[in-house]
């Protein structure tokens, strides 16, 4: 893929912006670690090239990107654990779509203090793009570029496709693109006061678009969308400002426990169970359905801690810990069973192993539904979740034809970019708008 050739920025993100050897980046996140682990690669990728990278987000990963050498801003808590669980227990849907923008209407005045202080010497932002929105007005006001990033294909608008009933469907080409233009204009309006508010505050005018994520989207600024081609094909319509790099693999060094490495050698290839940060299942429910469908399916497994109950003596032939290196254990297993995080998805999707997701948000919905259809694995909705459907699932998914497709799908996507595409991209559009 080449470098886009639209024009970067508008003059007023330019304002600040100065040619240098190297830049400060300041990542703007919000959400579980899976909506801040993208900007951790994307940060040590930039730093190998001479850079330095500060990442904002909540305490709990602090550790996680400090330890990396990355730099961090702490934001406050901000009741992301419990809108999870909320969302998680809505059904899905236009309730949990709901949920999540009522969060964000009540989440963004903090957010404009805390990303405020954050971006403060800032060269360059880059954010999150659908979870920070007072991140296009900041960039706006400090004179300075911004690079915005998609982790999911639900807010980019398309004729190819559009977000339907919590799945990611073709319903025609006008549809599509009215669906989520309509979704995002609102989403938009929802905090249009305080977007409003704040710019007067600051000497701003009148925002130029209402929708979410506009600018990037209507100025051709720069804007990455991290997900696989293998597993959503980038749209022929999207201005050439839109690139699809493939996901961000994890890109340090993963510590593998000698537990682990022993147990992984001792039979064998096992599945694994995980659902993420999340910890939003009936864990003393789900352990029982879990240990029944291996009894009935013959399966060795490795289960995140996280995800089941930690009072049960597990049996020889699993293994649970807190530590579960993806990019270096899902390659070693016979099928992932998680709950459709975009970057659990995508990390089963390049180890080239089926997937059985059990999602607990309309977003992770979205990315089963893209699973099944791909025909490298398979959708089991939490409310279906039981002993029996698990087993169903998971010998399902060993079908020859799934692994076979699962195996080609992998294929596809390691041979992709990823963030040495998308760190190339930026420094590329830098050095045009320092001209």
């Known amino acids: 893929m080449t470098p ?43 730093m190998r090239r001479g850079h330095r990278f500060t990442i904002a987000a909540r305490a709990p990963f602090r550790s996680f990107v400090e330890e990396r050498g990355i730099g961090f801003f702490e934001m406050e808590d901000d009741g992301t654990d419990a809108l999870m669980h909320a969302m998680a227990n809505s059904g899905g849907g236009a309730r949990g779509i709901k949920l999540f923008f009522e969060a964000q209407r009540r989440l963004i005045r903090p957010q404009f203090r ?51 009933d919590d799945r990611v469907k073709d319903r025609g080409a006008l549809a599509n693109l009215v669906s989520t233009r309509v979704r995002n204009h609102l989403a938009g309006l929802l905090t249009l006061d305080a977007v409003i508010a704040w710019r007067r505050e600051h000497g701003l005018g009148w925002p130029r678009r209402v929708e979410l994520a506009a600018p990037a989207l209507v100025f051709n600024m720069p804007v990455f969308a991290a997900w696989s081609t293998a597993l959503l094909p980038r749209p022929s319509d999207w201005p050439a400002s839109i690139v699809q790099t493939g996901r961000w693999p994890w890109s340090v060094a993963e510590r593998v426990s000698p537990a682990l490495a022993d147990f992984m050698a001792k039979g064998p290839a096992p599945i694994y169970l995980g659902f993420g940060s999340w910890g939003v299942h009936d864990k003393v429910a789900l352990t029982q359905a879990i240990l029944e469908a291996l009894r009935v399916t013959g399966n060795r497994a490795v289960l995140h801690r996280n995800t089941v109950d930690a009072s049960v003596a597990f049996p020889d032939h699993v293994y649970v810990d807190d530590e579960l290196p993806h990019e270096w254990l899902f390659p070693r297993v016979k099928a992932v069973v998680h709950h459709g995080g975009a970057g659990t998805a995508g990390a089963a999707a390049a180890a080239g192993v089926p997937s059985v997701v059990i999602p607990a948000s309309f977003g992770q919905v979205s990315w089963g539904g893209i699973v099944s259809e791909r025909g490298c694995g398979t959708l089991l909705m939490r409310s279906e979740l039981s002993a029996a459907t698990l087993a169903a699932a998971i010998q399902k998914v060993d079908a020859p034809d799934v692994r076979e497709r699962a195996r080609e799908i992998g294929e596809r996507a390691r041979a992709e970019g990823g963030v040495t595409l998308a760190a190339g991209e930026i420094e590329w559009q830098l050095s045009r708008a320092a001209r």
């Not at 670690?33 to 951790?40: K, L």
């Open 4 to 46: 886009f050739n639209a024009a970067p920025w508008p003059p007023e993100y330019l304002r600040s912006f100065q040619r240098r050897d190297s830049y400060r980046f300041v990542a703007l996140t919000w959400g579980t670690r899976g909506d801040v682990q993208p900007f951790v690669t994307l940060g040590a990728e930039l």
């Open 114 to 164: 805390q990303l405020w202080q954050a971006s403060e010497g800032a060269d360059v932002l880059v954010s999150n793009a659908a979870y920070t929105v007072p991140a296009p007005h900041i960039a706006e006001k400090r004179g300075v570029p911004l690079v915005q990033v998609f982790l999911d294909p639900v807010f980019v608008p398309t004729r190819a496709y559009g977000f339907y």
